[in-house]
């Protein structure tokens, strides 16, 4: 960003007084562009032992799968987001049953908010986001053609909750290490929140 969004002006990059970072400030009016992280929202679909999957038809990962999901607009809550995008992306209607995972992207200041639904119906082709959407079961996903690693690890967690029989709510952080990423998870109940509570590695 080089100019103010509100007068046109340069912007400069400081500290503004009483903050700790550094932020984009304009030199005319002095407004203060904050950046904050970014939600996107999602669903795994549920058609009966299967989940909705959806191949991209748009970069970045064209051609790979992934769970209907996208940015929540302004206005919306994160449950009207994915019910929104998985409508959009799957041509799927369906009704929520509970938020399924968190899973924090700092370095690119992202944070995923997967939920499990049901789907009451789909109609028709995908949209335009999509080159197809399929019904699959574990042994049928794609599993070295998941678009995103936030995809993977909600369904790690999915199946890995299915075969036990129950579904709780997970946590996690993708951590940008190199040219890798490791995937750290964190349990949600309180006493894990502690600071420095990591749970395990979940693979
Ligand atoms: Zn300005």
Partial sequence: MNYCNHCGARIERRIPEGDNRLREV????G??????PKIVAGCIAEWGDRILLCRRAIEPRYGLWTLPAGFMENGETALE???RETQE????RVEVTGLFALLNLPHVSQVYMIFRAEVIAVDGEPGPESLEVQPLDETSIPWDRLAFPTILHA??????????????FHMGDIIK?????????????PEELAPGAIASAHR
């Fill in 155 to 168: 369904l790690r967690f999915y199946y890995s909750d299915r075969r036990a029989g129950a579904f709780g």
């Fill in 89 to 92: 992306e799957a041509n799927a």
């Fill in 26 to 29: 304009c030199t005319a009016c």
């Fill in 177 to 189: 290490n190199g040219d890798g990423a490791s995937f750290v998870a964190r349990r949600a109940s």
């Fill in 81 to 83: 987001a994915a019910v």
């Fill in 31 to 36: 407004y203060i562009h904050y950046q904050n």
